[in-house]
């Protein structure tokens, strides 16, 4: 079956430490794949998106890498602030176009 | 260009009325998703349309529950003879086609 699995413990870091989330899929083969970010309460805002033939992107302090033959996407955070906590979730769109999720990996930076 | 818009922001029915949720997308954008969050759980897909389509409705329960979107204003998600488990935020998101998704703040349902 279709999945999509994201790290589902919460992650709590100290300020300025780099966060690394991990989104595995399987039986899929996503042209590409979005991360998102949701704040408690509000809706995902969209934050990347990486190709199958991008290793990797980055924006800023974020970081993506995508490897279609593990499939998995790696979601870097470096040099990060309390204000990075939230909860982050990975997307990719099945043949149908069909947009699905994973679960999402809530992120806690402490000062 | 106004955000995608969902309304109401909350609202509260009663065992066995009925719910309409409204989702207005961005301006050019002619496909809408639904999604249902229960509290810490991710979104759960429910409905993909395009403009008087319904392109992919599995994630949506068969019985009470309905989608439309229409040539003009806004999608609708109906659920009839709304239950205690129907409570959850309903979440739409908007886009021009593939790629990045444009969600609104959602609908925060409490049935009471």
């Known amino acids: 079956s279709q999945k999509i699995e994201q790290n589902s413990e919460a992650l709590n870091i100290q300020e300025g430490k780099t966060a690394t989330l991990t989104c595995n899929y399987t039986?899929?083969?996503?042209?590409?794949l979005q991360w998102y970010r949701q704040d408690p309460g509000r809706g995902p805002v969209f934050l990347l998106l990486?190709?199958?033939?991008?290793k990797e992107k980055r924006k800023e302090r974020l970081k993506v890498t995508f490897d279609t033959t593990l499939k998995q996407s790696l979601f870097h955070i470096t040099a990060s602030q309390p204000a990075d906590s939230a909860t982050y979730l990975c997307?990719?769109?099945?043949?149908?176009?069909?947009?699905?999720f994973g679960q999402g990996t809530e992120l806690s930076v402490k000062p | 260009n106004a955000g995608v818009m969902q309304n109401p922001r909350h609202l509260v029915r009663r065992r066995g009325q009925e719910a309409r949720l409204r989702c207005s997308p961005m301006?050019?954008?002619?496909?809408v998703y639904w999604y249902r969050q229960l509290p810490e759980e991710g979104l759960k897909f429910m409905v993909y349309l395009q403009k008087e389509n319904i392109i992919d409705e599995s994630g949506m329960p068969k019985e009470r529950f309905s989608a439309e979107f229409p040539k003009e204003g806004p999608s609708i998600l109906r659920i009839q003879q709304v239950v205690r488990g129907d409570s959850a935020a309903y979440f739409c998101?908007?886009?021009?086609?593939?790629?990045?998704?444009?969600f609104g703040q959602g609908t925060r349902l409490t049935v009471v």
């Open positions: 301006k050019g954008h002619s496909h």
């Open positions: 990486i190709r199958e033939n991008e």
């Open positions: 998101a908007s886009l021009p086609t593939g790629g990045e998704a444009f």
């Open positions: 039986n899929y083969s996503p042209a590409y």
């Open positions: 997307a990719l769109y099945n043949q149908g176009g069909k947009l699905i």
